[in-house]
């Protein structure tokens, strides 16, 4: 499975950025994970592709939403009422199977950059 990210930038804070992921072949899962200069890489948000379900961290609950278009097998990870501390590398990771607990797939890292 090939992952393709895009959509990084430069916001203000309180402003919107929308990533995208995209993937070669249709997966179980696809997560976002974050890793900010001088931290450990932490989990964002998630999606599972048969149901649809999501979940996401605390620290972006209610700003940051996911979606899919399942004829691109593509995920988007819209984020609003961006913060100075949403500031990181940005991740797409895949589960190519729901038998395999880990992200085994992982995209290049897309920055976002959030000023105040």
């Known amino acids: 499975v090939q992952l393709q990210a895009s959509g990084g930038g430069l916001v203000q804070a309180g402003g919107s950025l929308r990533l995208s992921c995209a993937a070669s072949e249709r997966i179980y899962a696809m997560g976002w994970f974050r890793q900010a200069s001088g931290k450990e890489r932490e989990f964002v948000a998630a999606?599972?592709?048969?149901?649809?379900?999501?979940n996401y961290a605390d620290s972006v609950k209610g700003r940051f939403t996911l979606s899919r278009d399942n004829a691109k097998n593509a995920v988007y990870l819209q984020m609003n009422s961006l913060k100075p501390e949403d500031t990181a590398v940005y991740y797409c990771a895949a589960r190519s199977r729901a038998r395999i607990p880990t992200y085994n797939y992982w995209g290049q890292g897309t920055l976002v950059t959030v000023s105040s």
């Open positions: 999606l599972e592709w048969s149901s649809g379900g999501t």
